[in-house]
């Protein structure tokens, strides 16, 4: 029976009134009304006791801050996103590893493939030089192939270029990544 009296008594009082005041004349009524959130209320308990005060809405100044809120509400979304599908930051990172792992490998081999592609080239520039060295014509098979030749070093070359782009990128992603999740926890 003493515990009930105690919770009853640290309750919090129960708004039975409103009251607003415009232009300094005070309007009380049992519901909360348009005006009284125009103008701002205090909440009145069944003494006429103020149990809390509300500040008047200003549609300015939620207007302003509805842009905070929706930037806000994104970025907890985005937060949220990571959260469920990383879990944590150790995730995060062992994940940006095995990418960037196989990103450098992706270029390792691409740099390969350039490296016998130039040696391709010195044994069919060498062969054009044995044409020219004869005075004979240098076939039209020849040409084709330094052509062709060059047109894939060129698009290996490329290839790294893109690869290490999306080297930093990736980096640069999971790092940012990394770091939220480790505010977040």
Do not use: C
Not at 150 to 162: A, F, G, L, M
Request: proline letters at 2%.
């Amino acid at each position: 029976m003493i515990l009930v009296q105690s919770f009853a008594a640290d309750a919090q009082p129960k708004a039975v009134w409103y009251r607003y005041y415009d232009k300094g004349v005070a309007n009380i009524s049992s519901t909360v009304t348009p005006a009284h959130i125009r103008h701002g209320y205090e909440a009145l308990d069944a003494n006429m006791q103020i149990i809390r005060r509300n500040r008047p809405y200003s549609a300015e100044k939620d207007a302003q801050q509805s842009t905070a809120r929706a930037a806000q509400a994104k970025q907890n979304e985005q937060n949220a996103r990571l959260k469920r599908a990383y879990g944590n930051s150790s995730v995060a990172i062992n994940k940006r590893n095995e990418q960037l792992a196989s990103i450098k490998k992706q270029i390792s081999l691409q740099q390969t493939q350039v490296k016998q592609l130039q040696n391709d080239r010195i044994l069919l520039k060498r062969q054009e030089m044995e044409h020219f060295r004869k005075g004979s014509t240098v076939p039209i098979e020849l040409k084709q192939s330094i052509q062709y030749n060059s047109d894939r070093i060129n698009q290996t070359k490329k290839n790294i270029e893109v690869l290490q782009n999306n080297y930093q990128k990736t980096q640069d992603s999971y790092n940012s990544i990394i770091q939220r999740l480790k505010a977040m926890e």
